[in-house]
């Protein structure tokens, strides 16, 4: 009887790559005297790999954050200190802020010096021009505020005798002013029609009081206004009495509130009838005297 061996071999397969990251390795630390086992754990490739992935990218994390939001980052070649950079760019923008106003400043007084010569002004590029208007044509007629403009700068400092020009009527707000006359008042004061006073009709020959403590700096003839006395008071205050019939005051007298000054009258060209024309001033601005007394 004849036997027959069967042999029968079993290919192994070969294992796969990613299988081949899954094989366990041994770590094991060893005293290089003694042999003695310090620690061993078991490590596989993937394992490996997976720990030194997560350590960069928390390290990345982390050196980005430093850099981002720590003053670490200053020193880093390349980066400078935020402060310094946010100055500096401020600095620039009011730079270029502050050449666009002085041009503009420079033009306007360019153009201010042309207007007074009587040449044409100019215009900045970014301003569009109707060419097409003729300016010469354009008349220069004196209107009412024109003139009465004129008049007040006029008269501003003439009877200025103080160095507290500029102040407000407020100042004055508290000085109880001495009435001249008793009487009707005719015509109240009026600015636009250069009225710069109130008329009074009173009784023939009625005294003419001052109106307050002061100086005479003016008491003289004058042929519009007939006999007038200007009396310059503290606060830099002026009263002025006009159309007077006699003065009993002459310039450089000191007066007391309530002294007799003049006496009612009707002489000048712009005298209508027996009356007084008064007037108060403030830093040579006319005031509405019925505003501070009464009549």
Known sequence: MQYYIVTMTIEKKKPKKFQKLKHKYRFVILNDDTFEEKLNFKLSPLNVFTAFGIGSLLLISLVTVLIAFTPLREFIPGYADVKIRKTGIENTLRIDSLEIVIQQKEQYITNINRI??????????????????????????????????????????????????????????????????????????????LHFGVDLVAPKNEAIKSTLDGTVIFAEWTAETGY????????????????????????????????????????????????????????????????????
Not at 131 to 158: A, F, H, W
């Open 228 to 295: 007038v006395i200007q009396v310059q008071h503290a606060s830099n205050l002026i009263s002025i009495y006009k159309h007077n019939s006699v003065l009993h005051k002459k310039q450089g007298d000191k007066v007391k509130a309530g002294d007799v000054i003049a006496i009612v009258g009707n002489t000048g060209e712009l005298s209508s009838g027996p009356h007084l024309h008064f007037e108060l001033w403030y830093n040579g601005i006319p005031l509405n005297p019925q505003e501070y007394m009464l009549f």
């Open 116 to 193: 007074i010569q009587g040449e044409p002004i100019l215009f900045d590029d970014s301003v569009v021009v109707d060419t097409t208007l003729n300016y010469k044509n354009i008349g220069n007629e004196k209107i009412p505020q024109d003139s009465l403009l004129r008049v007040m700068i006029e008269t501003e400092e003439k009877y200025n005798l103080f160095k507290s020009a500029g102040r407000t009527p407020s100042n004055i707000s508290n000085i109880i002013f001495f009435s001249p006359l008793k009487g009707i008042v005719t015509e109240q004061f009026n600015a636009k029609k």
